[in-house]
């Protein structure tokens, strides 16, 4: 059993629709991360948390560490959001800056 | 700020090869990872640098892989001879300290023939 999961594998949305990836671990954390792939391969870090809930324009983190549970939320859902999502989280043990990834979620948003 | 700069962006080489993947971190970043990413196993870390001093290589596959950072402004990482199954995209990326949120390169895609 993976240590991150991810789900969905893959999301196909409409413009404009409200959207909620989710990502479940099973071991104790310190931080975790939502990461963004585009479809050209680079990766852009959308957030780093460790409690409660982030905002940054449309996008919404949201982690509940007693349920080892987070959630990537996009509101108003563009074409240009394509791209797959990763969450990674740094276990409590082992190295200190270690990440474990998600197999990340595929979402494509049709205009 | 120039982000984390990676080159060469993409290596096509011949197994039996020596291939040196390059990583220039963003200044002022005193951690460094090298990533490599495949469809079957995704995102995995290979080796992190603290202060230009190796920390974790146990992501490292097998001897044929070396990774080095002489100062704080650059890394490389060694893959000698390479092989087929070496094909992926290796992402480098740094982060401030004391733990703060990674900035990944725009990776190398490599490919071995």
């Known amino acids: 059993k993976n240590e991150v999961e991810q789900s969905p594998q893959n999301l196909t949305a409409q413009e404009g629709e409200f959207i909620t990836i989710n990502c479940s671990y099973s071991?104790?954390?310190?931080?975790l991360h939502w990461l963004q792939q585009h479809p050209g391969g680079g990766i852009v870090s959308l957030f780093m948390?460790?409690?409660g809930k982030k905002k940054h324009g449309r996008l919404i983190a949201t982690i509940n560490i007693q349920e080892k549970h987070s959630s990537l939320h996009i509101t108003a859902s563009h074409p240009r959001d394509s791209a797959v999502y990763i969450c990674a989280v740094r276990p409590i043990s082992g190295s200190a800056r270690q990440l474990t990834f998600g197999s990340g979620t595929q979402l494509t948003v049709l205009p | 700020d120039a982000g984390v700069i990676q080159s060469p962006r993409h290596e096509v080489t011949e197994m039996g090869q020596e291939v040196t993947l390059r990583c220039k971190p963003i200044s002022g970043h005193n951690s460094l990872f090298w990533y490599r990413q495949t469809m079957m196993r995704g995102l995995e870390l290979l080796i992190y640098f603290n202060n230009n001093v190796p920390i974790d290589d146990s992501g490292m596959p097998e001897d044929r892989f070396s990774a080095k950072m002489p100062n704080a402004s650059f890394s490389t990482l060694k893959i000698q001879p390479s092989e087929p199954r070496d094909s992926a995209v290796y992402f480098c990326a740094s982060s401030p300290p004391p733990i703060g949120t990674q900035h990944f390169g725009d990776g190398t895609r490599l490919s071995i023939l």
């Open positions: 948390l460790s409690s």
């Open positions: 071991v104790g954390i310190s931080a």
